[in-house]
């Protein structure tokens, strides 16, 4: 089983121009993994449309497919929504620089039934430029559905080139265990998002909150070895969500899970102290925070790869 990470995992270093696509290719080699997984949506100080990617100059792209080769890494791109044109244009950039896997996810923001409506013709529309390219792309379960909700997409869409993206812990925000969650998207998995969640307070409120994996209350091992037993994948993509928090995407019981304070969504204390920072504040932080944010989760990246990366020395007998 090979290992990614995808660049979410140091979103702070590319916000603060501390980090680009070249320095994130050569870090995720130095820490011994396998792959890299490049998220193309637009985020503070980062290209408007292409994201940690930079650019779909040709000749820049051709940079990147020869340092992901120089490093013998595989490569995927993470996008957003199913609007057919763009959906096409990152299928060609995929293929430019060398990636066979392009995630994306449903819901932009709008009215998620609709958007859960459309999705399937929207898709269609680019099987066969998927095709052409052997690419597969992935959609995921993205904070707002369900994964019964998910497969009831795949299964109107019904081709070998459209699978899933199994994020382990974005089912939480619809109140969904970890384990249900990949458990009944293993059978359609075509990559992954890697990750580990706990609980915290937020004033009168909850949250979702990323953490290193293996730190926090997702039996990460027990997904893990659903991928591994219970898939046909050949990676697993590390995406150290940390720090962020979410919120509550649907109403208790929607997923299956009806109250916190069990397994998974068992309440902690937030990992950093809220007289420091608010937890809302954890994406962006404020500026007199940047550099100890900064640190924080480059150390927390390091705390998830030697987890996972144990966890396959564990269970897998052979990198493929």
């Not at 926090?216 to 037993?229: A, M, P, Q, Y």
């Not at 304070?261 to 954890?282: Q, R």
């Not at 404020?286 to 990246?301: A, D, F, G, R, T």
Request: proline share 5%; aromatic share 8%.
């Amino acid at each position: 089983m090979k290992i990614g990470l995808e660049t979410e995992s140091y979103h702070l270093h590319f916000q603060n121009g501390r980090m680009d696509i070249f320095d994130f290719i050569k870090k995720t080699a130095e820490l011994g993994l396998d792959g890299v997984q490049i998220n193309i949506i637009k985020d503070k100080n980062l290209d408007p449309n292409w994201g940690c990617l930079g650019s779909d100059d040709p000749e820049h792209l051709e940079k990147i497919k020869k340092e992901i080769q120089k490093y013998g890494l595989f490569v995927e791109l993470d996008t957003r929504g199913t609007e057919p044109e763009h959906l096409k244009k990152v299928i060609e950039v995929a293929h430019k620089i060398g990636a066979d896997i392009v995630r994306n996810y449903v819901s932009c923001g709008g009215d998620l039934q609709e958007e859960i409506r459309r999705a399937p013709e929207d898709i269609k529309q680019i099987i066969p430029l998927l095709k052409k390219y052997r690419i597969k792309l992935g959609i995921e379960n993205h904070e707002y559905e369900t994964a019964d909700e998910m497969i009831d997409i795949i299964k109107k869409i019904d081709s070998p080139w459209v699978g899933i993206t199994c994020d382990i812990g974005n089912g939480m925000m619809v109140w969904e265990e970890p384990i249900d969650t990949v458990k009944k998207l293993a059978p359609y998995t075509v990559t992954t998002h890697f990750k580990d969640h706990i609980i915290v307070p937020n004033g009168d409120d909850y949250r979702v909150c990323g953490i290193a994996v293996g730190s926090g209350n997702i039996d990460t091992e027990e997904c893990f070895k659903i991928l591994v037993n219970d898939t046909t994948l050949t990676r697993i993509n590390i995406e150290m969500c940390h720090p962020y928090t979410a919120t509550f995407k649907k109403e208790k019981g929607a997923g299956g899970a009806l109250e916190l304070g069990k397994g998974a969504f068992k309440i902690e204390n937030p990992p950093l102290n809220p007289a420091v920072i608010k937890v809302t504040d954890y994406y962006y932080p404020p500026e007199e925070l940047i550099e100890m944010m900064l640190e924080y989760q480059e150390k927390e990246v390091e705390k998830s790869v030697k987890y996972v990366l144990t966890l396959r020395d564990k269970y897998c007998r052979e990198t493929i």
